[in-house]
């Protein structure tokens, strides 16, 4: 039987996460002994406590969510080139030396995500202007989007540099009514953490969107999956818009990262059923 790793999570807060279901099917569906956990890190002591934790080999991987993902990849010795690009890492992975490699698996699973609904589109619109919204940008370039808008309510020069960068176009919160620059986008993404449960309410974010005015065959695409039905995506279903939440982008990126650490393909069937269910007992009333 091959020797137990351990993998972990490391943000704040990550209570709310389900990834360790996700990944515990896939080390079950593998038979393997591995586990996953959740490491809140409220700073960045003791995010650097982890990553040093992997460096000796006492972790066998790190996923990283919200805040570190720009601290996690500036503390690699390696930045795979997509992951340098949109300026965060969602993973990080030990490599034989005992170097730290540092790569981001969002864009490419959102990126999978959108291909299969609208393919090729010419105009894609983002909401956020965090690591989420970076990693969109970088998905609808490699969908070869001729054009992509995004719009955040803090701006700063300096991230609107970063944006541009990119490949990005920076718009500027509306003072109020809808946002004309997303009229002509075959896919809009909410990036941002409005509407996730005990985060920002999304009705605002929501209602900057032209919905009546998208073309035809238009999705929008949540990267928030609990809950399920966002603000965001209840506004595109109302109005006949296509409404496709994160789950799959959440399940996506996690069969990267196991593929990363381990090599293989990773079982996405039974990681996608777990993610199901995990969400359904997240949100299953309490009889208490």
Not at 163 to 168: K, P, T, V
Not at 187 to 200: E, H, N, P, T, Y
Not at 207 to 226: F, H
């Amino acid at each position: 039987m091959s020797e137990s790793r351990r993998f972990v999570l490391i943000g704040h807060p990550v209570s709310h996460s389900i990834s360790p279901e996700l990944h515990r099917a896939a080390y079950r569906a593998l038979s393997l002994p591995h586990v996953y956990e959740k490491v809140d890190c409220p700073d960045e002591t003791a995010v650097e406590q982890t990553i040093d934790a992997l460096r000796r080999g006492e972790i066998g991987g790190i996923n990283v969510t919200v805040p570190w993902k720009r601290l996690a990849l500036g503390a690699a010795d390696r930045q795979d080139e997509l992951a340098r690009q949109i300026g965060a890492a969602n993973v990080l992975v030990r490599e034989a030396n005992g170097a730290i490699a540092a790569y981001n698996t969002d864009a490419l699973a959102l990126a999978s995500e959108l291909a299969a609904v609208v393919p090729a589109p010419r105009a894609v619109a983002i909401i956020g202007n965090g690591g989420a919204a970076r990693a969109a940008v970088a998905a609808g370039r490699k969908l070869g989007a001729e054009r992509v808008s995004v719009v955040g309510r803090r701006w700063s020069e300096s991230v609107a540099a970063d944006f541009s960068a990119l490949g990005a176009t920076a718009i500027d919160w509306p003072a109020s009514g809808h946002l004309s620059e997303f009229q002509a986008s075959e896919i809009v993404i909410q990036a941002s953490s409005a509407g996730m449960l005990g985060a920002d309410p999304g009705e605002v974010v929501a209602s900057i969107v032209p919905w009546t005015e998208l073309p035809a065959g238009a999705l929008a695409y949540d990267v928030v999956y609990n809950p399920p039905l966002t603000p965001c995506l209840a506004a595109a279903a109302a109005h006949g818009v296509r409404a496709l939440g994160g789950l799959g982008m959440l399940v996506g990126q996690a069969a990267h990262s196991i593929e990363l650490w381990l090599g293989g393909v990773a079982p996405r069937a039974a990681m996608d059923h777990a993610a199901h269910q995990a969400l359904e007992r997240r949100n299953a009333p309490s009889h208490e």
